[in-house]
Each structure stands twice: as C-alpha cells, then as structure tokens.
T-cell receptor, first 111, second 113 residues
C-alpha cells in the first residue's frame, strides 16, 4: 500500500511557539487532509486541500498542498496547550476512494 | 453540526466470539468507511462502501470481516470470529457525494481476551 511519512514523529514546544510538520508520499495524491486526534477519540478534520499549491488556513492553522503533489505541510502559529495531540495527514491518490494515513506527529505544548 | 456516531464506545469480547460494531453516518452522506487503529499506531483503512456494496477493501479486511447497511441509517462492521490481534479502536467515517473529505466517528474500542 501507499506509504505516507510524517515528520517529525514528535515535538515538544513552548506555548506561543510556531509549529511545522510535514507529510510525504511515494506517489502523487490529489487530496490531502489534516486531522487532529486526542487520546481515545476519533480524528477531527482540520483542513482539506484539493489542488497542488493550494494554501488554506483555519484559524491559527495553515496547510499547503505541495507543488509536486507528493507532500503537504501543516503549520500552527502561536501554539496553546489545547493544541496537544497527534496530528495525522491523510492523502488520496488519483485512483480509488481510499485515504492513506500518515504515521502521525505527536505534539506536546509546555505551558 | 451533524456528526458520525458509533456504538458501543467500548466492547470486550472473548476470542472466537462475533462482534458487531455500529455506526450512524452523517445523514446525507453516501460513502462509508471503516478504519482500524491499533494502540499507538496509525489509522489503517479497512473498507469503503457505496451504493450498498463494498467499493474498496484492504488486505486487513479478510473473510472474518463483513459490512452491512441494514437500513437507511446504520452501517455495521461484523467480525465473525475475533482474534487477539483484532483488539484496536475501530473508526467509522462518512463522506458526501464529492468524497472529498471524510468525517470520523468517536470510535469503538474493542478488546479481545
């Protein structure tokens, strides 16, 4: 199956700092989604991207669909304690309905 | 805001028993999915369902698994004879006609003893 690699695997940052994480795939995707998952809960959709180069914001979150269509980036500005959680990217290739999930980035925000 | 719901939230079962996990997708959605997440690992696709049939499935979704939409609202995942390694969180998701985004339910935590 498709492999999506997320980096970094984990981050420990001070409250107020900005965060950047990315997701890369071995093949071209035509949709990228970013989710946040709190412990014991389902992933919550943060941002959806549909076109190469697209830059979309949702409050303090900004995500970009990479030009090569093999990567995507998520930035969080001015982090707060409730940003703590695991962030997953998910991508869908040109064929099929299936979304493939990345390995996740665990974010810890230190007050 | 409409949301995907799942029941039960937790299920404990003995190895070899059958379990049925239930999901109520968002009401106007047409595409339905089941995913699995083993503790501490990434979310893994199991199956997608559209127009009353399976449209895609992964290698995880073997003969022990089946899905059904028995009425206009519920979407179920059945595991016929559970194994220890089936212990995981199971998430249902649904998507609208454009299939462009999937919304997840809160999950069912399955523990097989």
């Amino acid at each position: 199956g498709q492999q999506l690699n997320q980096s970094p695997q984990s981050m420990f940052i001070q409250e107020g700092e900005d965060v950047s994480m990315n997701c890369t795939s071995s093949s071209i995707f035509n949709t990228w989604l970013w989710y946040k998952q709190d412990p014991g809960e389902g992933p919550v959709l943060l941002i959806a991207l549909y076109k190469a180069g697209e830059l979309t914001s949702n409050g303090r979150l900004t995500a970009q669909f990479g030009i090569t269509r093999k990567d995507s980036f998520l930035n969080i500005s001015a982090s707060i304690p409730s940003d703590v959680g695991i962030y997953f990217c998910a991508g869908r290739p040109n064929t099929g309905n299936q979304f493939y999930f990345g390995t996740g980035t665990s974010l810890t925000v230190i007050p | 805001e409409p949301e995907v719901t799942q029941t039960p939230s937790h299920q404990v079962t003995q190895m070899g028993q059958e379990v049925i996990l239930r999901c109520v997708p968002i009401s106007n959605h047409l595409y339905f999915y089941w995913y699995r997440q083993i503790l501490g690992q990434k979310v893994e696709f199991l199956v997608s369902f559209y127009n009353n049939e399976i449209s895609e499935k992964s290698e995880i979704f073997d003969d022990q698994f089946s899905v059904e939409r028995p009425d206009g609202s519920n979407f179920t995942l059945k595991i016929r004879s559970t194994k220890l390694e089936d212990s995981a969180m199971y998430f249902c998701a649904s998507a609208g006609a454009a299939q462009e985004t999937q919304y997840f339910g809160p999950g069912t935590r399955l523990l097989v003893l």
